[in-house]
């Protein structure tokens, strides 16, 4: 380790002194992972700056899970690099270990054990002192608001307790880079929010996060950088804003009473705004630069005398992104039948 | 978030705050042993809490114990008394149904994803098995000291003397921890506890009853008998028996031709057995569980 701290200082200096960037926390890149008849991985590329959050957005099956569970050394790579703070996973596994810290997609937590002996065996197992081991669990407890439970055995845990207590497990040995798949699957908004608020501190003192979500605002309103990953590849990366204005536009929507009008609407507007279309009465209008096109949208169909019924503009979600890039909702379920519903049961250790 | 420019200078004090620690706490060796104690400490408490543990551990041995000293016993006849002979065939009995629990235990683990985050820890792997046979250990000394008692308050007196009788109970000891590693190859393999007992009890159910444990092998049918006098388990409860009831009651025993062999012959015998599997099984439970 001391080694490693001196090749980071070193390269903090190179970075300094040459102005060239730091190497990414995390890197990977042709990533390949097969299971059986699955494709799980076809070639993921991913690159995480130290102390960003990093947000890979998927539907189910998509492969995230198999993305992290190669990254914390849990499963071999069939092909590709992979390494974290610059170690190679495949090569030197233990190292990497030292560094991360995971909270997977199920709680790995053990259901007999309190709270509090939950953290002090991993304390143990990251081979800490049992002082610092006591004072690290009391603090864990603490700050996840499980203090009252502390000496209580998991089976009284409700489900958002047991994930604050898993995400707690996964930071006992003070890792600098942190893994989280899905932290907020299945919790109560008001859990979910909570849980935000917890990792936005987490990451607020350089700790280096890469998160996994199927949920679009978790990843803007969380991460720095995301990636969307679809069977097995990464189909767009960037910061949320750069996602939407890949896909451009502000949409205009314009309704009328019926669909005739809506017609007579798009007819008299196609020179303005080519990509326009209709739906039922309703026309949509995706606009590039804003106000100016969309005020000539608005002359034109003034100027044609149509009876405008309603008019709203909105701004690209995510979901916008994944539909444009994708061609299917987020949300829905995975389109490949067979796969989505091997990934629950197959993933907490199961055949590799 | 922190911007990236500033990340470096703070990201190295972090891995240096975590590094001592993990440096400091010594060599690979000693972190296996930690580890494994960490891990063995986990599983004892899990037979504390759990109350199926607990009854499957202790309340059935004795009910055994009861079975056939009052139920069956009367009918068996053998030289020295029939609870004499039975008890050192209940630690070996109580051993080896004991031993499923290790399957049952690693299935549990490993179907329940807290190997998960163990494989992502920096501990030593192996302790993970090292941890649940070394546990099951001490779980089988406990319930042989019990078993002990419950043996004396139903009329069990050995005459081998304190050594002999304590050199028989760590065989059966060592037999059970070597069984656990079978056990561990086969939990293992499963990944799925229920189907870890399926597997585990036609393994155990046939050892145990075809052998010296509760009956005497010399009333058994020719063709049985072939089976049940060499089988480890009889080798292993006939060495016990012989060194704790005492070199009287083994000539006796030899005499009407229950035992097969001299007392020494069985302890070296068993000695074999369990260095055998030692060495087939436990090679092999730790490949299982690094490909798995
Ligand atoms: N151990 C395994 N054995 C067989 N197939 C697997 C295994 N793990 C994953 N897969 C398959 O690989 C694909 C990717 O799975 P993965 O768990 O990485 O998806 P995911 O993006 O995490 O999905 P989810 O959102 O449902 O958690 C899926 O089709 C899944 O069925
Ligand atoms: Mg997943």
Redesign the interface.
């Known amino acids: 380790m001391v080694v490693f701290n001196q090749y980071l200082t070193f390269l903090n200096d190179l970075a300094t002194v040459d102005g060239m960037s730091q190497p990414p926390a995390i890197e990977v890149s042709g990533l390949t992972k097969r299971f059986g008849e699955v494709q799980a991985l076809s070639g993921v590329d991913l690159a995480v700056e130290p102390g960003t959050v990093y947000g890979l957005l998927g539907p189910n099956g998509a492969g995230k899970t198999t993305t992290v569970r190669v990254l914390t050394t849990i499963i071999r790579p069939d092909a590709g690099i992979a390494r974290v703070l610059g170690i190679d996973v495949t090569k030197d596994p233990q190292r990497v270990r030292q560094s991360i810290g995971l909270a997977g997609q199920y709680a790995a937590v053990d259901e007999v054990l309190t709270g509090r002996e939950n953290l002090e065996l991993v304390g143990q197992l990251t081979h800490q002192s049992r002082s610092v081991v006591t004072k690290r669990a009391d603090e864990l407890l603490e700050r996840f608001g499980l203090s009252h439970a502390a000496d209580r055995s998991l089976k009284t845990y409700s489900g958002g307790m047991r994930r604050r207590l898993d995400l707690a497990a996964s930071l006992v040995h003070r890792p600098p880079v942190l893994f989280l798949d899905e932290p907020t699957t299945g919790l109560d908004p008001k859990s979910r929010n909570d849980l935000w608020d917890m990792i936005r501190e987490l990451v607020a003192d350089g700790t280096t996060l890469l998160l996994t979500t199927q949920y679009l605002e978790e990843a803007d309103v969380l991460a720095d950088r995301i990636a969307v990953i679809d069977r097995g590849t990464v189909i767009a990366d960037g910061t949320a804003a750069e996602l939407k204005a890949q896909m451009g536009a502000t949409v205009l929507e314009i309704s009328f009473v019926d669909a005739r009008g809506a017609d007579a609407a798009l007819a008299t507007i196609a020179s303005v705004v080519p990509g326009a279309e209709t739906d039922g009465a309703v026309v949509r209008a995706p606009v590039y630069d804003g106000a100016k096109t969309a005020m000539e949208v608005l002359r034109a169909i003034d100027a044609a005398g149509l009876d405008v019924g309603g008019l709203t503009v909105r701004e690209p979600s995510l979901d916008d992104v994944f539909l444009t890039l994708t061609g299917h909702r987020a949300e829905e379920i995975d389109p490949r039948p067979d796969d989505s519903d091997v990934a629950p049961a197959a993933a907490p250790g199961g055949a590799q | ?4 420019e ?7 004090p ?6 001592p ?5 010594g060599s690979k060796l000693s ?1 296996a042993v ?2 494994t104690l ?2 063995a400490k ?1 599983n004892l ?2 037979y504390t ?2 109350p199926q543990l607990l009854v499957f551990t202790f309340i059935q041995p004795i009910m055994f114990v009861l079975l056939f000293r009052y139920v069956f016993g009367g009918s068996i006849a053998v030289p020295g008394g029939y609870v004499n002979y039975l008890m050192p065939g209940i630690f070996g009995q109580t051993v080896v149904f004991g031993a499923t629990s290790t399957a049952i235990g690693l299935a549990e683990d ?14 030593v792997r192996m302790s993970v098995l090292a941890g649940r046979t070394g546990a099951d250990v001490v779980r089988n000394t406990g319930v042989v000291i019990v078993m002990f008692i419950v043996g004396f308050a139903v009329g069990f007196r050995p005459h081998g003397g304190v050594p002999r009788i304590v050199l028989g109970a760590a065989l059966v000891l060592a037999f059970a921890f070597a069984l656990s590693w079978v056990m561990a190859l086969v939990g293992l393999k499963v ?1 799925n506890g229920e189907a870890a007992q399926a597997v585990a009890f036609p393994l155990m159910f046939p050892l145990t009853f075809a052998s010296s444990v509760f009956v005497r092998v010399d009333t058994m049918p020719g063709w049985l008998q072939g089976f049940a006098a060499h089988q480890p388990v009889t080798v292993v409860v006939n060495a016990a028996r012989g060194l704790m009831l005492g070199p009287e009651a083994s000539a006796q025993l030899r005499a009407v031709g229950t035992f097969t062999t001299s007392t020494t012959s069985y302890v070296l015998q068993s000695v074999a057995w369990i260095a055998a599997i030692l060495a087939i099984f436990v090679p092999l439970a730790v490949r299982q569980f690094n490909k ?1």
């Open positions: 978030m922190t911007a990236p500033a990340s470096i200078a703070v990201t190295v972090r891995t240096a705050a975590a590094s620690s993990i440096e400091a706490t972190w930690k580890d960490a891990l986990r408490l899990h809490r759990v490993l179907g329940g994803g807290i190997i998960e985050r163990f494989r992502s820890l920096p501990m990944a798995s």
